[in-house]
Nanobody
Framework: QVQLVESGGGLVQPGGSLTLSCAVSGRIKNTYAVGWFRQAPGERRTFVARIGWSSNREYYSLSVEGRAAISRDVAKSTVSLQIDKVKSWETGIYYC????????????WGQGTQVTVSS
């Protein structure tokens, strides 16, 4: 079992930066990745970024590529996501998830953290 707890949500001004953290505990496999997803109000959950737990390979959605950075700290068992120049449509609940990196199957999910981008 893997447990994931998100933190760092809140109110962010348009054009500002957003930083989220995901605390990972339990038995996370070396083949796993940890990813971030966003669910905007009334919409489906969409992929934002992921990082391989052992490989450290990063992958971003086109919507954030070039202005986002995902990183992991194995010693602290955390995964962080920073998005710069945030836009109002990036408002939503942000979830972190863990699953097989190769197959992109997400087996475990956190409870989510609310992010509101507004002035």
């Amino acid at each position: 079992q893997v447990q994931l707890v998100e933190s760092g949500g809140g109110l962010v001004q348009p054009g500002g930066s957003l930083t989220l953290s995901c605390a990972v505990s339990g038995r996370i496999k070396n083949t796993y990745a940890v990813g971030w997803f966003r669910q905007a109000p009334g919409e489906r959950r969409t992929f934002v970024a992921r990082i391989g737990w052992s490989s450290n390979r990063e992958y971003y959605s086109l919507s954030v590529e070039g202005r986002a950075a995902i990183s992991r700290d194995v010693a602290k068992s955390t995964v962080s996501l920073q998005i710069d120049k945030v836009k109002s449509w990036e408002t939503g609940i942000y979830y972190c998830a863990a699953g097989d990196e190769g197959q992109e199957l997400w087996d475990y999910w956190g409870q989510g953290t609310q992010v509101t981008v507004s002035s």
